[in-house]
């Protein structure tokens, strides 16, 4: 079966310092992988998504940026963080041509 | 412009008895709806789908039912349980193939009362 990792699960970063963040999936192939970001109190924005390798589209013009390293790796990156990025952080993947995107268990972030 | 949209933040229910999440959608082209469930700090969890050639999809205590006139979807719950307390999420996308965006609404909180 497949499952989704995600890690950290917390973290506290201060204003202007560097952010990664890991996703891997396993037991797929060639998987579409994607970012969201939930803010508080709100609904989840598709930040990036990847159908394969190398290959990175980004859906809003922000501080952040994405890789896929490997064909079941997706990181999510920034130089320096700000105030705003804060927020909980979820990857997902699916099959392609299937119907259903899975969910990672999400990483929270909190930038002081 | 917000493509999909649940206008009830929260929602109370009794235990035992139907609990009816709506979404509305402006899109005419999404061909595919989603539900999910989230409870805090945890990543959202597929609940149930359902095709733009249907009206209705059935998953033991889950169905949903689509308007594609009124471009409306509810998930109704029945009957509902304490476990069923979570923040739950509509999803569309326009089509499987290529990357298969999902627009998500805001999302409805259900508290299940004992």
């Known amino acids: 079966s497949q499952t989704i990792h995600q890690w950290p699960a917390t973290l506290v970063q201060p204003v202007g310092s560097p952010l990664s963040l890991e996703c891997t999936v396993e037991?797929?192939?060639?998987?579409?992988l994607y970012w969201y970001r939930q803010a508080a109190g709100r609904g989840l924005q598709l930040l990036f998504y990847?159908?394969?390798?190398?290959?990175i589209s980004s859906e809003v013009p922000q501080n952040l940026s994405a890789s896929r390293p490997q064909d079941r790796q997706f990181i999510l990156s920034s130089k320096k963080l700000l105030l705003s990025d804060s927020g909980f952080y979820l990857c997902?993947?699916?099959?392609?041509?299937?119907?259903?995107?899975?969910f990672g268990p999400g990483t929270r972030l909190l930038v002081l | 412009d917000q493509q999909v949209k649940q206008n009830s933040p929260s929602l109370s229910v009794q235990e035992g008895r139907i609990s009816i999440l709506n979404c509305d959608y402006t899109n005419s082209m999404f061909d595919y709806f989603l539900w999910y469930k989230k409870y805090p700090a945890e990543g959202p969890t597929f609940l149930i789908s359902i095709s733009s050639i249907k009206d209705k999809n059935e998953d033991g205590r889950f169905t949903v039912f689509l308007n594609k006139s009124a471009k409306h979807l509810s998930l109704h719950i029945v009957p509902s349980q304490p476990g069923d307390s979570a923040v739950y999420f509509c999803a569309a996308s326009a089509g499987l193939q290529g990357a298969q965006k999902l627009v998500f609404g805001q999302g409805t909180r259900l508290t299940i009362n004992p």
């Open positions: 990847s159908v394969g390798i190398g290959q």
């Open positions: 037991g797929t192939s060639n998987p579409n």
């Open positions: 997902a993947w699916r099959s392609t041509g299937r119907e259903t995107q899975y």
